[in-house]
């Protein structure tokens, strides 16, 4: 079975501000899918990034950064420069059997 | 449509009523999920179609729920008999059927049994 634990319920950082969100995953697969999905107060999962599990390079996106480590089952999400945008839920999910399993989610604030 | 589209976006039922939820997937999408999203916690698998068919209906709260995709496009998502405990958002999600393929979600149904 697939969990995926986010330890961080709510953080608070002040704009302009480096942030790092943690990830923890659990699977029996030897190949699987690891995903970031943004969730703002609209209601609608935005996904973010993709990652194959065979591919631990890490990745970076404009402020976005992810880093992704088999040897300690995590798949952390860095924001560089925090802007009040980036205020939002932000879930981590593993995809395994068809479906997605998500963390329970990390709730940023960013304050002006 | 551009992308997925759920109807109503809320709903408030009597605790008792049946309630039927709508999805959109974007067009040419084969797969298609509903998930269940409570307050404050991430969203729950509930079923997945490829095209008409059922593959997995393993969460399943209880046999009050029922989903369809009659055609292969539009699914519904009924509950009968609703209960408090089945307050939540219905989020559906649709994609391509590939494992490596991200999932694009509605905005969700938040369903409000009082």
């Known amino acids: 079975a697939q969990k995926v634990t986010q330890a961080q319920t709510e953080i608070s950082v002040v704009e302009k501000e480096d942030v790092t969100l943690d990830c923890v995953y659990e699977?029996?697969?030897?190949?699987?899918?690891l995903f970031w999905y943004k969730q703002p107060p609209s209601g609608e999962l935005v996904f973010l990034i993709r990652?194959?599990?065979?591919?631990?390079q890490n990745e970076i996106s404009g402020r976005y950064s992810w880093n992704f480590q088999k040897s300690t089952s995590s798949f952390n999400f860095t924001i560089t420069a925090s802007q009040v945008v980036d205020s939002a839920v932000y879930f981590c999910?593993?995809?395994?059997?068809?479906?997605?399993?998500f963390g329970t989610g990390t709730r940023l604030t960013i304050i002006p | 449509g551009a992308g997925v589209s759920q109807s109503p976006r809320y709903k408030v039922a009597k605790r008792g009523q049946d309630v039927a939820l709508r999805c959109d997937p974007i067009?040419?999408?084969?797969?298609l999920f509903w998930y269940q999203q409570a307050l404050g916690q991430g969203p729950e698998f509930l079923t997945y179609?490829?095209?008409?068919?059922?593959?997995?209906k393993s969460g399943l709260p209880s046999d009050r729920f029922f989903a369809e995709r009659p055609e292969g496009s539009v699914s519904t998502l009924k509950i009968q008999r609703t209960q408090q405990e089945d307050s939540a958002v219905y989020l559906c999600?649709?994609?391509?059927?590939?494992?490596?393929?991200?999932?694009?979600f509605g905005q969700g149904t938040r369903l409000t049994v009082v």
């Open positions: 999910a593993n995809f395994g059997n068809e479906k997605l399993t």
């Open positions: 990652r194959n599990s065979f591919d631990e």
């Open positions: 067009s040419g999408h084969v797969s």
């Open positions: 699977t029996r697969d030897t190949t699987y899918y």
């Open positions: 179609f490829q095209n008409e068919a059922q593959l997995d």
């Open positions: 999600a649709s994609s391509l059927p590939r494992q490596n393929t991200e999932a694009f």
